[in-house]
């Protein structure tokens, strides 16, 4: 039987995804977070380029002045979530000495 489970592949899945049981469920999420940091980090600078090219061509309308410091207000809320997501992170794998997105699980006894 064991050597029946070595011989099926699965191609839609890629070789770094861990096997172990238990070990699954925590690399997805530590995948999930890191690829919301990701398309996090690059939407901050998007909607606060949008947002400062909208102020400097409101030609001094007062209504498209505070659209645009609504998205760059927005943006700089969004980047302040995301530092402090990596900061409590970082805070976390500090204390307990673990890697939360790396995670490592014991063997079964």
């Known amino acids: 039987m064991l050597l029946a489970q070595n011989e099926i592949i699965n191609k839609a899945i890629s070789g770094s995804v861990p096997t172990d049981p238990g070990k699954g469920l925590a690399f997805y999420i530590a995948a999930l977070w890191q ?62 000495k673990i890697n939360i997105l790396k995670p490592v699980f014991p063997s079964a006894l």
């Open 35 to 96: 690829t919301v940091v990701t398309v996090g980090g690059i939407a901050f600078i998007i909607y606060l380029v949008w947002g400062g090219i909208e102020y400097l061509t409101s030609g001094g309308d007062k209504g498209r002045i505070d659209d645009a410091q609504k998205k760059i207000t927005s943006s700089v809320i969004g980047i302040v979530i995301l530092i402090s997501s990596y900061a409590i992170t970082y805070f976390i794998q500090q204390v307990f």
